[in-house]
């Protein structure tokens, strides 16, 4: 084997290696959540949110063209959701601005990511795969806010 091939291959493992903790640390030390297809639960008709536990909600959620359902969600700071994303026609995207949740809304597929919402204020979210004439449309937004702001806990609207 010649000296040039030894130390490409000797950089490859070392990059593997690499990469290998890099994968490792984001799970374990920073907590990352990795999307999850579920494979047994129905694809759902409807949007629904219910609390499922104390500062824990499940977020069930349809894309369809083009909106999603439901297009905005109030809830409180420090929720933990568990969120459930399905499409009802052709493949959509899903994305939360300024947090780490990127889905794909897949017909007869259900996605799942939890997430945590610690911080008051406007999440915005939109559709990050072209879906049609209507794409633009796409959107919605998660209103984070303190206990006691006067608006029902918990709703879709």
């Given amino acids: 084997m010649d000296k040039s091939e030894k130390m490409a291959l000797s950089l490859s493992g070392m990059l593997l290696i690499l990469f290998f903790g890099a994968i490792m640390y ?12 579920i494979t047994d639960m ?40 568990d969120m459930y994303l399905t499409s ?12 780490n949740v990127n889905l794909m809304a897949v017909p007869g597929a259900v996605n799942y990511i939890q997430v945590t919402f610690d911080e008051p204020g406007e999440y915005f979210f939109a559709c990050h795969e ?25 709703a879709l609207q």
């Fill in 42 to 81: 129905e694809p759902f008709t409807s949007d629904t949110l219910f609390q499922s536990g104390p500062e824990t909600y499940e977020l069930q959620m349809v894309a369809r063209m083009w909106a999603f359902q439901p297009s905005t969600v109030r809830l409180p700071v420090g929720s933990t959701v």
């Fill in 26 to 37: 984001a799970a374990v030390v920073e907590d990352i959540q990795v999307p999850t297809c």
């Fill in 130 to 154: 072209f879906c049609g004439a209507a794409h633009h449309t796409m959107a919605g937004r998660i209103i984070i806010e303190e206990e006691g702001a006067g608006t029902q806990m918990g």
């Fill in 88 to 99: 009802q026609d052709i493949t959509h995207g899903f994305m939360i601005e300024n947090k």
